[in-house]
C-alpha cells in the first residue's frame, strides 16, 4: 500500500504566488443534450463518455458519510489534464454530466462553482503501486477481483496554479436524483471572462479542475448532500499494462485528477461500521485560500483518476482582444451587466403566435436598444419569431435597472422567450455588420454569407415551431444556450469569425416552422492612448505617442523628426521588439509576440546624437509605458 512514496506537489511561491492568482469572474449555463464540436477552437477534447450507471463525483459536504471500510467519505474536487495543441487562449470549458442516476442532485442546483486552472510540469510516470498484471489492488478494495491497474498513480510531475475562477452558480439541470433522468449526459459551458482567460503555450500540459465553492449539508441523508456526477471513460479495470495506450484513452496522455479531503494518502482506515469522528477533519477540505494550495493527485478512495478521462471540449480562440463574452448567455427579461473593456448587451427573443407579431421595441433599463435583425414566419395560422437587438457601452452604463422590457405593435399570442448575453472588445462606433436570416417549414435552414474581419464574432439564433426539436449547427458553430416557450423551442450559438465570409446553418430534428438570423459583432480596435501627466513619476519626461494595437501589430504614431529607434520591453527588460529608423517617418509598425493582457510594456525612444546626427545618444531616451 503507497505509504512514504512522495508526489510532485504544486508549486507554492508563498504569499507572491497567492497575491498573483487571477480571481476571475466564471459562468456556467446549461447548453442541454446536443452540442457541435467546432474546428475552429475545439481541437483539444475527448467526445466519449461512459454509458454505465457508474460515476465520478463532485462533492463538498459539511457532513461527511462514514463508509464500511473504515473512513469518511471525502470532500471531492475533480478535473482533468490536457495539452495545448497551439498557442492560443483559454476561452471556455465545455464538461457534460454523467449517464448515472446520481449525476445531478438536486441540491446541486444554484451552489457556487468555481474552476481551477494549472500548468504541469516533468513527465508522468505511472507507479503501479506493488500490484503487477493479474495482481489484486493493494489499496484494498476490488477484493476477489484481478483489477491491478485500481490502484496505480503518477508521480514526477508538478501542479503549479494558474488561477481560480469564482462567481459560477450550477446550472437549471433537471436533477437525477433522487429521482429523474432529463439531467443526464447534459453539457454545461464554463465560460471565463474575457479580461482573465488563461493562454496556452502549444506543448505544454495543462489541467482544469471543477469544484463547489462552500461547503453544503443539507440534512443526515447522504441522498440529500450536494454533488454532481461527470462523465468519463473509466479504463482502471482494464487488464492492460500500466500505460496510457491511445486505444483505451479518450484522450490521448490526458487523464483526470482529483483533490480530496486535508489530502492524506492513503486515508486513515479504522474498518468496521462505527463512525470515528476524530477522522472528519482528513474528510474535509482546508478554508480560504489553502484548499486551491492542495495539489491535485491521480489517485484516490476508492480507485484512482490514472486511466479516467472526462467528456470534455476546449473553446480557445487566437487573442484575448478577439470579440469574446463576458458574462455569460442568460434567459429571462433581466440581466445584470459586470464590468468589462466595450461591452455590448445582445438581446435575442423568439416567440410562437397565432398571429404574426411586430417587436416595436427592446429597452434595458430604460435605454433604447438597437434592432439588429428580424424575421418570422408564418404557416397555418400561426408564426414564429425572432429577433436581435443590441446595446452599447454608454447605453449599458446609463441604465437605470437591469430589466428588459418588449413593447409590441401587434402583440404575440404567446409568451416570449428572451436570452441575453454581455459580450466585450466590441466596435463601440459599429457594433454590428453584416446580417442574414432565412424561415422555412424544413429540417436544415442557413443565411447567406456573412462577411467578417477576423477577432469579429458572428451569432445565430434559430426557433422552432414545436417544444422538443433538437437542434444541430453547422459551419463550426457552437451552440451556447437552449430555451423552451409556449409551443417553440429556441437556441443561439456564435463562431469566432474567420475572416473569410460564412453562412450559419442549422438542422432542426422537427420539421414545423423555423426561422434562422445571424449576424456579425465587430471586433474593437484596440487604440493605446496615453497623455503625459499619466507618466509624471517617470524620471524622464516622455514624448507624447499615440499607438494602436491591431492583428498583432503595433503602430506607433508622432515620433519626433530626431528619433534614431525604438524598442520595446517587458517590465523585467526583455526586449519584445526593435527597429531602427533610417529616414523620418512620422508612424512605424512593429509586430509584437503576443502578450498577456493586462501586461506593461515599455515603450523606448532613442534620439539622435546632436554631434552625429546619426549615433542614438542613451542620455536622450524617452520611456512610455504601454498598457495592454
Avoid at 66 to 94: E, H, M, N, P
Avoid at 109 to 133: A, K, R
Avoid at 300 to 313: L, S
Wanted: glycine letters at 10%; aromatic letters at 8%.
Amino acid at each position: 500500500m503507497r505509504g512514504n512514496i512522495q508526489y510532485g506537489m504544486m508549486t507554492l511561491l508563498g504569499t507572491a504566488l497567492m497575491a498573483s492568482v487571477i480571481y476571475a469572474d466564471l459562468t456556467m449555463n446549461n447548453l442541454g443534450k446536443n452540442y457541435a464540436r467546432n474546428t475552429w477552437s475545439t481541437d483539444i477534447y475527448a467526445e466519449k463518455a461512459y454509458r454505465g450507471d457508474g460515476v465520478m463525483s463532485v462533492r463538498n459536504n459539511e457532513a461527511p458519510q462514514w463508509k464500511d471500510k473504515g473512513y469518511y467519505q471525502r470532500s471531492r474536487d475533480c478535473g482533468q489534464t490536457f495539452t495545448a495543441t497551439k498557442d492560443c487562449v483559454l476561452d471556455a470549458v465545455i464538461i457534460r454530466t454523467s449517464n448515472s442516476s446520481k449525476a445531478v442532485f438536486k441540491n446541486a442546483i444554484g451552489q457556487p462553482m468555481f474552476m481551477q486552472l494549472f500548468e504541469i510540469t516533468g513527465t508522468p510516470t505511472i507507479n503501479d503501486n506493488g500490484t503487477p498484471y493479474g495482481s489484486e489492488p493493494a489499496h484494498g478494495f476490488g477484493v476477489g477481483q484481478k483489477m491491478h491497474r485500481c490502484d496505480d498513480y503518477f508521480e514526477n510531475i508538478t501542479f503549479t496554479s494558474i488561477g481560480v475562477a469564482h462567481g459560477a452558480t450550477f446550472p437549471d439541470i433537471a436533477p437525477t436524483y433522487p429521482s429523474g433522468t432529463a439531467g443526464k449526459l447534459a453539457y454545461v459551458r464554463c465560460d471565463f471572462t474575457g479580461e482573465h482567460e488563461i493562454e496556452l503555450k502549444s506543448g505544454h500540459r495543462y489541467a482544469f479542475m471543477l469544484g463547489f465553492t462552500n461547503p453544503t449539508d443539507f440534512g443526515p441523508l447522504y441522498e440529500d448532500q450536494c454533488r454532481i456526477g461527470i462523465s468519463m471513460e473509466n479504463f482502471a479495470s482494464a487488464k492492460e499494462p500500466p500505460d496510457l495506450t491511445v486505444d483505451l484513452t479518450p484522450y490521448a496522455g490526458g487523464f483526470s485528477i482529483r483533490r480530496e479531503g486535508d489530502g492524506t494518502l492513503p486515508p486513515t482506515m479504522i474498518p468496521g461500521a462505527t463512525p470515528q469522528p476524530h477522522l472528519i477533519p482528513e474528510a474535509m477540505f482546508a478554508a480560504g485560500a489553502a484548499r486551491y494550495e492542495l495539489s491535485p493527485t491521480s489517485d484516490g478512495y476508492p480507485d484512482v483518476d490514472t486511466y479516467r478521462d472526462w467528456n470534455f471540449y476546449l473553446e480557445v480562440k487566437e487573442s484575448r482582444d478577439d470579440v469574446a463574452i463576458l458574462d455569460g448567455w442568460r434567459k429571462g427579461a433581466a440581466h445584470r451587466a459586470v464590468d468589462g473593456s466595450n461591452r455590448a448587451l445582445v438581446v435575442a427573443v423568439g416567440v410562437e403566435s397565432d398571429v404574426v407579431p411586430s417587436l416595436s421595441g427592446v429597452t434595458y433599463g430604460g435605454e433604447e436598444m438597437r434592432p439588429v435583425i428580424t424575421d418570422s414566419i408564418i404557416d397555418g395560422g400561426n408564426s414564429a419569431f425572432i429577433a436581435f437587438y443590441v446595446l452599447n457601452d454608454t447605453g449599458i452604463r446609463r441604465a437605470s435597472d437591469p430589466a428588459i422590457s418588449l413593447s409590441w405593435s401587434a402583440s404575440p399570442t404567446k409568451s416570449p422567450a428572451i436570452l441575453s448575453c454581455l459580450y466585450q472588445n466590441v466596435d463601440q462606433s459599429t457594433l454590428t455588420g453584416e446580417t442574414g436570416s432565412s424561415s422555412a417549414q424544413t429540417t436544415s435552414l442557413e443565411t447567406g454569407m456573412l462577411t467578417n474581419d477576423t477577432g469579429d464574432m458572428v451569432l445565430a439564433s434559430v426557433i422552432n415551431g414545436s417544444t422538443d426539436a433538437g437542434f444541430a449547427f453547422h459551419e463550426d458553430f457552437s451552440e451556447l444556450i437552449e430555451a423552451t416557450g409556449e409551443g417553440s423551442c429556441y437556441a443561439v450559438a456564435q463562431k469566432i469569425a474567420p475572416g473569410t465570409a460564412v453562412k450559419s446553418r442549422v438542422a432542426v430534428s422537427s420539421g414545423n416552422r423555423s426561422v434562422l438570423t445571424g449576424f456579425v459583432l465587430h471586433k474593437a480596435e484596440q487604440n493605446i492612448t496615453r497623455h503625459a501627466d499619466e507618466f509624471a513619476a517617470l524620471r524622464n519626461s516622455p514624448v507624447l505617442l499615440s499607438a494602436r494595437l491591431h492583428s498583432g501589430m503595433l503602430t506607433i504614431q508622432n515620433i519626433p523628426s530626431d528619433a534614431a529607434a525604438i524598442s520595446v520591453h517587458t517590465l523585467s527588460g526583455r526586449l519584445v521588439a526593435t527597429t531602427a529608423i533610417i529616414e523620418h517617418s512620422n508612424a512605424i509598425a512593429l509586430e509584437l509576440p503576443r502578450q498577456r493582457a493586462g501586461s506593461i510594456l515599455l515603450v523606448h525612444l532613442m534620439r539622435k546624437s546632436g554631434l552625429s546626427g546619426s549615433r542614438a545618444e542613451s542620455a536622450g531616451i524617452r520611456t512610455i509605458l504601454l498598457l495592454r
